[in-house]
C-alpha cells in the first residue's frame, strides 16, 4: 500500500466580505496504489466541499462531493 493526498481549506470572508464568516471552501487531492506490487492499480479522488461552522469551530455542518477514478489494469506477462 502506498499514498498520499493534499487538502486545504479556506475562509472566503478573508478574500470576500460579503461571505458570510462561518463558511469554508475546502479540497482534496488523493493517490492511493492497494498493492505496490502489482502494476496499473492506481487510484485517485478529487473532492471539493463546503464547511459551515457554528459554536466555534467545537460544531460544523460539512457537504462533499467526490470524483473517483480506479485503474485496475493488470499488465500481461510475457515469459
Same mark, same amino acid.
Given at each position: 500500500?502506498? +499514498?498520499?493526498?493534499?487538502?486545504? +481549506?479556506? /475562509?472566503? $470572508? +478573508? #478574500?470576500? !466580505? *460579503?461571505?458570510?464568516?462561518? #463558511?469554508?471552501?475546502? +479540497? ?5 496504489? !492497494? &498493492?505496490? $506490487?502489482?502494476d %496499473? &492499480? #492506481?487510484?485517485?479522488?478529487?473532492? /471539493? %466541499?463546503? &464547511? *459551515?461552522? /457554528?459554536? %466555534? $469551530? @467545537? ?6 462531493? @467526490?470524483?473517483?477514478?480506479?485503474? &485496475? ?5 510475457? %515469459?
Amino acid at each position: 500500500l502506498l +499514498g498520499q493526498y493534499v487538502q486545504a +481549506g479556506y /475562509f472566503l $470572508h +478573508g #478574500l470576500l !466580505p *460579503w461571505v458570510p464568516k462561518p #463558511l469554508e471552501i475546502c +479540497g482534496r487531492v488523493a493517490t492511493y496504489r !492497494p &498493492n505496490i $506490487h502489482v502494476d %496499473g &492499480n #492506481l487510484q485517485q479522488e478529487y473532492t /471539493f %466541499g463546503v &464547511n *459551515w461552522y /457554528f459554536a %466555534g $469551530h @467545537s460544531n460544523k455542518l460539512q457537504a462533499d462531493v @467526490s470524483l473517483l477514478r480506479i485503474q &485496475n489494469r493488470l499488465r500481461e506477462q510475457v %515469459g
